[in-house]
């Protein structure tokens, strides 16, 4: 028979009596609020707790950097040069009007000055790329104690690095280990959750459960995450029948979302981890998986996605149809599948606050697991979600301009700068139809002018 020495003993019961406590906790503070969909106001007192500690740290490295009379490297707000809209049209016409002192009906159709807005775009466009930096993290103005976010953090004084350190130390050590164990505490949930709900005869009863099951597993996931999240204008929450479209900046916006509403999902069958919650999913909500061979047939995709919103009895499908990560700076084109079936839209804005942690994934950077765990080790999460108003096509609009309408309105909303680019273009070049599209635009205002004068 195997006997423990006194100390051995001892180290066991502190052991089993900290687990305890430790289960304890996460039992009453975080699984249960999350169950009934309650805060005990816990996590705002911490981010405002973090707010202070960096506004010292920041003006105390900006102080140590006047007094060695460093130079410190002060970012845009938001990584944007501002530039007021204009056309092309009206580009070329004030450059004609300042190379000339001749009125502009008395300069030629075809100007050799015009040659000069196509170079100036042109080195506009390498110089300030607008793509390009749409796939980059901010960089902030002010220091979170994070090293991987200012370009400034270097050696200041002894009680910053310590300040830095004990930071550290807080979120390995501490912090880690507890967003991991919540982590897969909500996922097995929702794995095993489904599962059982799956089995329940079809009706009212299944509905409920498979609903309260989704929403408790998603906020336990949020809690993971430590994320601080603003709901806005919830009376506009998506409804069963329509679509709900929103800006897409990381991998946990469905988490996000989903901890607040109740969705059908749209995607792609995978194996491995994630097809194990896919199956389980399913059987509980019928979401929407497409098998590989099946993603790139356009009619095979709109024709499922028309089948689920004509049954209003089935729960809103959430697109992000950007289909790409943008770095929370600005929303770049819509594609337009979404937007031809003749649903009703709920477009949702999201704004992440990139002082406490960066949400943005840089897919060609960091591959899942890194982003998971930079995610994990930040000091938290926190962003606003903007519920707008439904939209529909009108009559005289087509896919691709009620998408572009849709996206204005999410990145009026958001603060978000509105691009015409197709995310794809971080993996892709630029397609030909973009050059020509510029070449008909010239080649209309010529021609235009030439009619103008034709019939004058």
Not at 41 to 50: A, E, N, Q, S, V
Not at 278 to 302: G, T
Not at 392 to 405: I, L
């Amino acid at each position: 028979m195997f006997l423990l020495l006194p100390f051995d003993s001892l180290i066991v019961n502190l052991l089993g009596i900290s687990l305890t406590v430790l289960f304890t906790l996460l039992l009453v503070f975080i699984i249960v609020p999350a169950i009934f969909g309650v805060s005990f106001g816990i996590r705002k007192l911490y981010m405002k707790t973090l707010l202070k500690i960096f506004a010292w740290a920041t003006l105390r490295m900006e102080r140590g950097a006047k007094e060695k009379n460093h130079q410190l490297y002060k970012p845009y707000t938001n990584g944007i040069i501002a530039k007021d809209p204009t056309s092309l049209e009206e580009e070329i016409k004030e450059i004609r009007r300042s190379g000339s002192s001749k009125a502009l009906d008395n300069t030629p159709e075809l100007a050799l000055s015009d040659i000069f807005y196509f170079c100036r775009k042109g080195m506009e466009t390498i110089m300030d790329d607008e793509v390009t930096k749409r796939f980059s993290a901010e960089e902030l103005e002010s220091w979170n104690l994070l090293s991987r976010t200012n370009y400034n953090f270097q050696y200041i004084s002894l009680r910053l690095t310590v300040l830095w350190g004990l930071g550290v130390l807080i979120r390995y050590c501490f912090l880690l280990p507890l967003r991991i164990a919540l982590a897969f505490t909500g996922i097995s949930l929702l794995v095993v959750g489904t599962t059982v709900v799956g089995y329940l005869p079809n009706g009212r009863f299944k509905e409920f459960m498979s609903k309260h099951v989704h929403l408790m597993c998603y906020r336990i996931c949020v809690r993971a995450l430590t994320a601080i999240i603003t709901y806005h204008d919830r009376e506009n929450r998506p409804r069963n029948g329509g679509i709900c479209v929103a800006n897409h900046t990381s991998p946990i916006d469905v988490i996000i979302l989903a901890s607040d509403g109740y969705y059908a999902m749209v995607g792609q069958v995978h194996g491995g981890l994630m097809g194990v919650i896919q199956r389980a999913m399913v059987k509980a909500c019928p979401h929407v998986w497409f098998e590989r061979s099946e993603v790139k047939d356009r009619h095979l995709v709109a024709k499922r996605l028309t089948e689920h919103v004509q049954d209003k009895s089935k729960l809103p499908i959430l697109i992000f149809p950007e289909g790409t990560c943008i770095n929370n700076t600005s929303v770049m084109m819509f594609k337009k599948g979404s937007f031809e079936i003749g649903a009703t839209v709920y477009p949702v804005a999201i704004k992440y606050d990139p002082q406490f942690g960066d949400a943005f994934w840089n897919s060609s950077k960091y591959g899942m697991v890194t982003y998971l765990l930079r995610m994990m080790t930040s000091w938290a999460i926190v962003c606003s979600v903007w519920y707008l108003p439904p939209m529909t096509r009108e009559g005289d609009e087509d896919a691709v301009q009620f998408a572009n309408r849709v996206k204005s309105a999410i990145a009026r909303q958001g603060g978000l700068v509105d691009l015409l680019w197709d995310g794809g273009l971080k993996r892709e070049k630029v397609k030909d139809t973009f050059k020509e599209e510029q070449q008909k635009l010239y080649s209309k205002m010529i021609v235009g002018n030439h009619e103008d004068r034709s019939r004058s």
